[in-house]
């Protein structure tokens, strides 16, 4: 008889299916704690830890199936990567709004971030899919909206109001995210250059961008997440303090 529960086995030694395992579990564990902690905080920190997350939930349902499918057929499709993507990452700017919204932040920053977003994802799924065979150039004008994010945290207006706020806690917590913007977020484009035809095909194997995919993915998802987490309890005991 079929087994009703099981659709197919993880088997000794997928180690890329291990990582869709313990990536699924590791966002569906972190959603937990982001939205039960919403209770520890004060008022305004509430939506940052909300979107920290819906941020780990939306990528947790993901898994779930990117899991299934590995598992079923090895292989991980582009699609879903883009899609948890295209959601999660515009909700990483909302991030930066929402932390940098009491000292200024106006919403044509939050726009501006988004735009960035949408078309360095949008353009990046046409080179990898689409447009195969240009994937270099759709790459580079992806990598204008990749440089537009970089650029609005390292130096742009986002910088400016952290810089201006007198807020050490603030600017200790918007350093780190703007870390993870730099170092965390370039393994998207290393992935991307791998592909068959990239910039950097057959440098790697398919499976360990997987890897490197689902352990940079908790990385900046989670890790993300706890830094916005430890300024809302910083700032909720900072003002209960003074
Ligand atoms: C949780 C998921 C995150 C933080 C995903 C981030 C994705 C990127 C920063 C992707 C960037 C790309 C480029 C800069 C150029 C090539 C195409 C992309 C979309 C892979």
Redesign the pocket.
């Known amino acids: 008889m079929e087994n009703l529960f099981l659709t197919a086995t993880l088997e000794a030694g997928d180690y890329v299916g291990f990582t869709f395992f313990i990536g699924s579990m590791a966002m569906l564990a972190a959603t937990v704690f982001f939205f039960l902690e919403m209770k520890s905080v004060s008022g305004k920190w509430r939506t940052s830890l909300l979107v920290s997350g819906l941020i780990t939930f939306i990528?947790a349902v993901h898994y779930y199936y990117m899991r299934d499918f590995w598992v079923e057929n090895k292989t991980s499709p582009t699609e879903f990567r883009y899609i948890?993507?295209i959601l999660?990452?515009p909700l990483?700017c909302v991030e930066f709004y929402l932390i940098l919204k009491a000292f200024g932040a106006k919403k044509g920053l939050l726009w501006k971030m988004i735009f960035y977003s949408v078309w360095?994802?949008v353009t990046?799924?046409l080179?990898?899919t689409v447009f195969r065979e240009s994937s270099a150039t759709w790459?580079a004008i992806?990598?204008i909206?990749?440089l537009g994010i970089f650029y609005e945290v390292w130096f742009g207006s986002a910088k400016q109001l952290s810089n201006n706020s007198n807020n050490p806690t603030l600017q200790k917590a918007f350093s780190a995210l703007a870390w993870f913007i730099f170092a965390?977020?370039a393994i998207?484009?290393i992935?991307?250059m791998t592909i068959p035809g990239g910039l950097l095909s057959g440098a790697l194997p398919a499976e360990s961008m997987d890897i490197i995919y689902n352990i940079g993915?908790a990385i900046?998802?989670i890790g993300f997440g706890l830094v916005i987490y430890s300024l809302a309890i910083n700032s909720t005991n900072e003002t209960s303090a003074a």
């Open positions: 990528a948890d993507w999660t990452v990483m360095m994802l990046g799924y080179g990898e790459g992806s990598t909206g990749y965390g977020w998207y484009p992935g991307y993915d900046n998802k």
